[in-house]
Structure formats: C-alpha cells, structure tokens
C-alpha cells in the first residue's frame, strides 16, 4: 500500500490545530477506578490534545461513563462509546470505533496505562510515513518488582525479533480497507498486525522508540500469567519451546542432573535477555540488572504454558466472565469484520463530551 509523508505533530507547549493531521485514540473499560486514577488520565489527556486530536472510547459501565465525562470535560478530548462489534474481546470494539471515528490519517492507539511524551509521538509518526503500522517498544516505569519481572518476557522477546506493546500507531486507511480486525481472539495487537499484513500492509517495528507504561498493580500482575502464556497458542513454535522446557528439567530430574539443568537454564535466559536488552540502544533504557530476572519469567511460564494448555483443552482462557478459545486467528482482510457504518469515520461515533 502507498504510504504518503504524514504530517509532524505540534511542537510541545503549543496549541494543536487540525492541520497537524494526528489522532490518539485510548480503549477503556473503568468501572470503580479511584478518583486518582481518573484524574491523573484527565492530566495526561489534556497534554497530548496540545499535539494532536484526541478520542478516548470508553465502555464503562454509565455511572462510571457518566464520572469520566464530568471529569475530562475541558480537556480537549473527545469521549464516546463504543460500537457494536462482533467478538467477545471488548478492546477490539474500541479500537475499531476510535480508528474508524477519527478525523486523521495517522492513528495512534495506546492502551489506558501507556504514556507518551512528544518525542515518542514525534518518532512513531514519523516511522508511520513509510508504513501502515508501527509498533515501538513500551518501558515500564516506575518499575516495582513485578514490572521488572514483567520486563524480562519483553527483553526475550526483543531477542528473538520485537516485543508487543501496548501502542500500535496505524493508517486509518488501511484499517477501513481491511475492514477491521477480529474481535474473538485474546492476542488482539497481534491479530491486528497480521490483519495489516494479510491486506498488503507494512509493520514496521520501531524497537529503538521507547514509551513509557505505567505498571499494574501486583494483583493484576499475578491475574495476567496464564493468560500471558496462552498468547503462545497464536504462535505454536514457542508454545512448543516453552511447554518442553518442565518435561526437559523432569527428564534432567530423573537423571540425577536436575542441578545442572536448573543452572544452564537460568544462565540461558540471562544470556538471551541481555542479547534483548543490548538491540536498539536498550542499555539507555534498561538497568544492568534487568536480564537478571529472566529466570525466574522462564520458571513461571514453563509452569504456566501447561496451565494454558488445560485452559484451551477446557475451552479456552477466561475472560470477560466466559472463555476466549483463539489467541489469535489466521488474518482474513475485508471480511473479518464489516466496516457497513459500525463505527465510520464521522458517522457512529457520538462525542458524549468535547473540548
């Protein structure tokens, strides 16, 4: 797909207009978040809408829909519902509204907890000028104990090629041209990656663009491990690598080599992650000791990977009160979702309040 030049965003401390030609789009879903929390979000909105327009899609319940408008109004954002979507993964209706809804070309789509300063904003688009979507590399920070426990899954995974984050930057052209994305899977950035893809589109990872997440709290944090670990299902050669890995150390067990196994294992992962934390100017980003603690993420998803294979075999990980049995899907464009005016771009999408 041709890819024009897209516009630069506002330089900070100066006042958007249109012509800057950007939108930041957040999917959410808050029912009970502390007042703190709800305004911190209203801080963070009212600072992008000086570089760019700005949508927050929220599907909270209606009081807390009702509180969230009271508390964002003046901020420059828009905030509107979502639309129908087919799927039982309620982030996809949100990201298919705010996308198809907005008034720009280049998109950026962040999750709740992710935080951008202008210069990440300034680096995804520009990478999005020769590209149909952008993926850069999220950092938590602050980062108590379980961010950093977190951040060794994303240094293996910058090992072996680009993490997924938490922010996806796309063309709106694209997405309304491969129709969506499908919504019945747990995996959704990644479905939302093959889907470009399968229309002809270019991803390009931008894992040298660092953008700040906030962490969960360490209840959310322990909730997400089987759920992290059945995304493997939507990529069955590392399913097939971790899951091996508790019947290999059995095996050693059994052998009288169990000592020696636990340690190669353990300096494995630190070897891998520090090559993860090495790429793409991440020393800058991450301590010494990151790559320390990917032994203790390898212990916990080789017990959880089985665990994820118990839930598929029950019919899927829960989520959202039932059970998503797909990960993620073989990407099928124009036709996994019909554009047919479900959220189009100034159609369906009501601000419920503005600026």
């Not at 207009?17 to 709800?38: C, F, I, K, N």
């Not at 665990?307 to 989520?319: F, H, L, N």
């Amino acid at each position: 797909m041709s890819a024009p030049r897209g516009p630069a965003i506002a330089p900070a401390g100066t006042r958007h207009t249109a012509e800057h030609g950007a939108e930041y789009v957040v999917p959410l879903r808050w029912d009970g978040r502390p007042d703190g929390e709800v305004a911190e979000m209203g801080s963070y909105l009212r600072s992008l809408t000086r570089l760019l327009d700005v949508t927050v899609v929220d599907g909270s319940g209606e009081e807390d829909f009702a509180r969230h408008a009271r508390a964002w109004r003046g901020t420059g954002a828009r905030h509107v519902r979502p639309q129908p979507w087919p799927g039982r993964n309620g982030k996809v209706a949100g990201v298919v509204t705010g996308v198809l809804a907005s008034r720009h070309e280049l998109v950026v789509v962040a999750d709740d907890d992710v935080r951008y300063g202008p210069a990440e904003l300034r680096a995804v688009l520009g990478a999005l000028a020769a590209a149909d979507a952008v993926r850069p590399q999220n950092v938590f920070s602050p980062a108590p104990w379980h961010a950093r426990w977190d951040t060794a899954r994303s240094l293996v995974n910058r090992a072996f090629g680009a993490d997924y984050p938490g922010t996806i930057a796309v063309r709106r052209s694209t997405f309304e041209a491969m129709g969506g994305y499908d919504g019945d899977v747990l995996f959704e950035n990644l479905q939302m990656l093959r889907t470009v893809e399968a229309a002809g589109g270019r991803v390009v990872a931008a894992s040298g663009v660092y953008v700040r997440r906030l962490p969960p709290t360490a209840r959310h944090f322990a909730g997400q491990r089987v759920r992290q670990a059945y995304d493997d299902f939507a990529q069955p050669w590392r399913l097939a690598v971790e899951a091996s890995w508790l019947p290999l150390l059995a095996l050693a067990a059994v052998r009288g080599r169990g000592r020696a196994a636990v340690g190669l294992g353990a300096l494995t992962a630190v070897a891998v992650a520090e090559v993860g934390r090495r790429r793409h100017g991440g020393r800058a980003h991450y301590p010494p000791t990151a790559a320390l603690w990917a032994p203790l993420w390898a212990a916990e998803r080789a017990v959880c990977v089985w665990a994820a294979i118990g839930a598929r075999a029950r019919g899927g990980v829960r989520y959202a009160g039932g059970r998503v049995p797909h990960a993620a899907k073989p990407a099928v464009p124009a036709g996994v979702g019909r554009v047919s005016g479900a959220a189009a771009p100034g159609s369906s999408a009501r601000p419920a309040t503005a600026g």
